[in-house]
């Protein structure tokens, strides 16, 4: 045997990470370390809504180093006071923590706003001198994440500003990370143009592209349940289960976002990243790791095997809210909505059967369905299994009875639900279907985080499990792109009215199948 070195002992080996900020390591306090985060675009809805609550629910839960620091970039005529103004409203409008002043107090200090055009160079030199400034004065030893939170077309302007400025490259020992919200294009083509983009500044580890529903609690917990059980997953394949369905249903419609919506559609917006991510989490196999590599290299597989039906036009299915009335009130159609072009053919509601081609599910349809302006807000995944090969009971006893099922209640309600058949208390044998329920609510005293503290954590934590990659994208969008340029070659999408369950035409598309979508 041969004697290690003390030196070997006591010092760091290469690579070495400190077990409490080791991200891998699921049982610490995940703290992040010193850092800084820029937001651009930080005016933005998105930024008010999510973004700066979720920054001041992780310094309420003492999950920020100390000397954290905001930086917001944007064209407005602000002075770090305003700025910090309109982040106080923002927190105490949306975030989920209770508002402490001490919490603020500290949080605040750090805030910095730097007023600037994309494409003005002082603005971006007033941005490097202040993050200069905060490494000095909060010791944010030069680690900082560049949320872009801005459309797309802004981002070539703003990575090359952040390389031209020397802020893309890291001084040594520390890190320089870009966060990059969705759309990820609007489609292969288009994101291959984003991707070269982004490249051209910053290196695969450095990007963190953001799919929200990955924050869920409920979605990180497909792979618990699947993989931290023993009783699911020999009857997770195509010997047991009938189909899947996928439902992401919003009663909201597009509010104030037709410039966004407009042209990009119910399925660019939802089924290319957050429907074929619960796909994939749904259907992968089991990683060998939780790390980002290894998820990722299931979730690709599943990606690569997804088969899209011969004849699109039986098995996919787009619709467009019309008005309707509401609690006595008429409620606008989508061609009705401000800014919406009287003959725009955007789809607000899309449903598509996909297989997926490997030996676990060949021949199970994957049926995903999402739309705005439907009967509520739900989103679930419903695994739905095939009816027992024999049965001993009269056809009469089983009349009510319907398949089993296992339902990831992502949300609300999070939890799941398995259906199942049991007797009818009585003197007949009569079986009908019923539920056991697992809710959060009821299971945990642990309220579960928002999806966007999660993911601004992992970012200053560096831990990519959570991201989607760029290979991901591209596969999800070789899945989509056929079926957007059928649906552009035929005609106008399907009506429906709003409060419904979407057009009748996707019931259809089911019943061709002998099967039925789910009323959750
Ligand atoms: C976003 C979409 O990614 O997700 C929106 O762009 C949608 O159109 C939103 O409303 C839904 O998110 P959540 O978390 O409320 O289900």
Do not use: C
């Not at 999402?370 to 089983?398: C, M, N, W, Y």
Request: charged share 25%; hydrophobic share 40%.
């Amino acid at each position: 045997m041969t004697a290690t070195p003390l030196r070997e002992l006591t010092a760091p080996a290469a690579g070495w990470r400190n077990p409490l900020r080791d991200p891998r390591d699921r049982r610490l306090p995940h703290i992040a370390g010193p850092s800084g985060l820029v937001v651009f675009g930080v005016t933005g809805d998105l930024s008010r809504k999510k973004l700066m609550p979720a920054v001041y629910d992780l310094a309420h839960r003492g999950l920020l180093p100390p000397g954290f620091s905001l930086v917001g970039f944007a064209r407005r005529d602000w002075a770090d006071q305003d700025f910090a103004q309109v982040v106080h409203d923002a927190v105490e409008e949306h975030s989920r923590t209770p508002f402490r002043e001490e919490v603020w107090q500290q949080l605040s200090e750090g805030m910095r706003f730097i007023p600037g055009d994309f494409d003005d160079d002082t603005a971006f030199t007033r941005l490097r001198d202040t993050v200069e400034d905060l490494d000095r004065a909060r010791g944010t030893s030069g680690n900082y994440a560049f949320y872009l939170s801005v459309p797309p077309r802004f981002f070539p302007k703003v990575v090359q500003q952040l390389k031209k400025h020397g802020l893309a490259d890291a001084p040594a020992g520390s890190w320089r990370r870009a966060v990059i919200e969705k759309p990820f294009g609007r489609d292969l083509a288009s994101a291959r143009e984003l991707n070269a983009i982004v490249h051209e500044v910053f290196v695969p580890d450095q990007v963190f592209r953001i799919d929200h529903y990955l924050g869920k609690e409920t979605v990180q917990n497909i792979l618990a349940l699947r993989f931290a059980n023993q009783m699911f997953e020999p009857i997770w394949n195509r010997s047991y289960v009938d189909h899947v369905q996928i439902t992401m249903a919003e009663d909201i419609g597009i509010g104030g976002r037709a410039g966004y919506y407009d042209g990009i559609g119910a399925a660019r917006d939802v089924i290319q990243n957050h429907l074929l991510q619960l796909l994939a989490l749904t259907a992968m196999e089991e990683p060998i790791a939780f790390d980002a590599e290894s998820l990722l290299t299931e979730k690709l597989k599943v990606l690569k095997s997804v088969e899209l039906p011969e004849d699109l036009g039986r098995h996919t299915v787009r619709g467009q809210y019309g008005p309707a009335w509401q609690g006595g009130a008429e409620v606008r159609g989508y061609l009705e909505e401000d800014g919406i072009d009287a003959g725009s053919t955007t789809d607000t509601y899309a449903a598509i059967k996909l297989g997926i081609d490997n030996r676990r599910w060949a021949g199970v349809p994957f049926y995903l369905r999402t739309g705005k302006r439907l009967g509520r807000r739900v989103t679930e995944i419903a695994v739905v299994f095939q009816r027992a090969p024999h049965s001993p009971f009269d056809t009469t006893a089983t009349e009510e009875l319907g398949q089993n099922a296992i339902v990831v209640r992502v949300q609300p309600d999070e939890g799941m639900t398995v259906r199942f058949g049991s007797k009818v208390p009585g003197t007949s044998m009569e079986i009908r279907d019923v539920t056991m329920d697992f809710a959060y609510g009821e299971s945990f005293t642990e309220s579960s985080p928002e999806a966007y503290e999660r993911l601004i954590l992992d970012v200053l934590l560096g831990d990519a499990n959570l991201f989607p990659r760029h290979q991901e994208v591209e596969e999800s969008w070789k899945i989509l792109d056929p079926i957007e340029g059928y649906w552009a070659a035929h005609g106008r999408p399907a009506t429906y009215a709003s409060g419904s369950w979407g057009p009748k035409e996707a019931d259809e598309m089911l019943a061709r199948d002998g099967r039925s979508w789910r009323r959750p």
